[in-house]
């Protein structure tokens, strides 16, 4: 009876709903409404009743993994075979005729990190979720993401290899850390929570591009300003360096051109190029770097060169090894 019942749960949770459904739940607070219900529109989840989401209730494995592979859509058409798999191939536990085995198999497939003797009806901590539900995003693409460390209050309670995956989730805003700082990495995930963070898992891709197809946004807005370094090479020469935070290697970075002003300063002028389209990069923050060389009776300042043309006149100064002296 126990097993029969979990299972017509997690059916309940994961099947397609009808479209056009005016029903709403009416057990989510303010914070789960809105991304409960968008996964509900897209048919990805439905409550236990038209007017019940349940989600205090605790999430099962099998309803986890059924949930992620369904909304990343993650799926074996780029994956070749020498047979068709089956949930026994790697699995234990997990039978072949179970209602969950092809949600197991796809995500096994791509890479999600699921123990070969996992239990389908056990419960998932938020460590373990995270970890999944971030493998899972990152298979669609490469994101910019500041690289910093986020510091939780329990950052002890972590299980080895987990703790990385749970802070790229805090990076890429899919959930906010709140004033507590704890992460609870052991607790047991809900079906809300679930639900919420796949949701906003699911706008995070929307909102750079088509699901499977993520854009990479150009780092101007979050990586601050290039650094100036001035060393003289002579009484009357300066060596300046400009370095700069890149989200990949596939950015570029270069100087475009100087303009003097009257009040004795050079304003450098650099330029961040775009990754190539359709290209796959590390997900490793570099720094880009470019030198020029300027009369040491300026003061050199650095400015993102801008696509509207000055009024003023530019210097051409592309980045050299050997001292290119301008006036």
């Known amino acids: 009876m126990k097993k029969m019942t979990s299972m017509v749960s997690a059916v309940v949770l994961l099947c397609t709903v009808s479209a056009g459904s005016v029903f709403a739940f009416t057990d989510l607070n303010a914070t789960e409404k809105e991304p409960i219900m968008l996964l509900k529109d897209k048919g990805i989840v439905a409550g236990i009743d038209s007017e019940h989401f349940a989600p205090r209730s605790p999430i099962s494995y099998a309803q986890s993994i059924s949930l992620i592979v369904k909304a990343m859509d993650l799926n074996l058409s780029a994956i070749s075979f020498t047979k068709q798999p089956q949930a026994s191939d790697y699995f234990t536990n997990v039978a072949n005729d179970a209602w969950y085995a092809e949600a197991f198999v796809n995500a096994k497939a791509n890479g999600l990190d699921i123990a070969k003797d996992v239990d389908p009806n056990a419960t998932i901590t938020r460590e373990q979720y995270a970890n999944l539900l971030v493998t899972a995003l990152e ?44 992460a609870y990495p052991k607790r047991e995930m809900t079906r809300g929570e679930a639900a919420v963070w796949v949701s906003n898992t699911v706008k995070f891709l929307e909102s750079r591009s088509t699901l499977g197809q993520p854009q990479v946004q150009p780092p101007r807005e979050s990586q601050g300003e290039a650094a100036v370094t001035v060393e003289a090479v002579n009484a009357d020469v300066n060596k300046v360096t400009l370095t700069h935070s890149l989200p990949h290697p596939g950015y570029g970075f270069a100087i475009t051109g100087v ?45 993102q060169a801008s696509s509207v043309g000055s009024s003023e006149p530019t210097v051409s100064t592309p980045a050299v090894s050997s001292p290119t002296i301008l006036p």
Not at 293 to 303: C, Q, R, T
């Open 139 to 182: 298979l669609k693409g490469t994101f910019p993401m500041v690289k910093m460390a986020v510091l939780f209050a329990d950052d002890d309670q972590f299980s080895p290899g987990l703790q990385g995956t749970f802070q790229r989730l805090h990076l890429y805003r899919i959930l906010p850390l709140d004033e507590s700082r704890m």
């Open 259 to 303: 303009r003097f002003g009257v009040d004795g300063t050079a304003v450098v002028e650099f330029k961040i190029s775009e990754p190539k389209p359709g290209m796959m990069y590390p997900q490793v923050i570099t720094e880009g770097k470019a030198e020029t060389y300027i009369s040491s009776k300026y003061k050199v300042v650095a400015e």
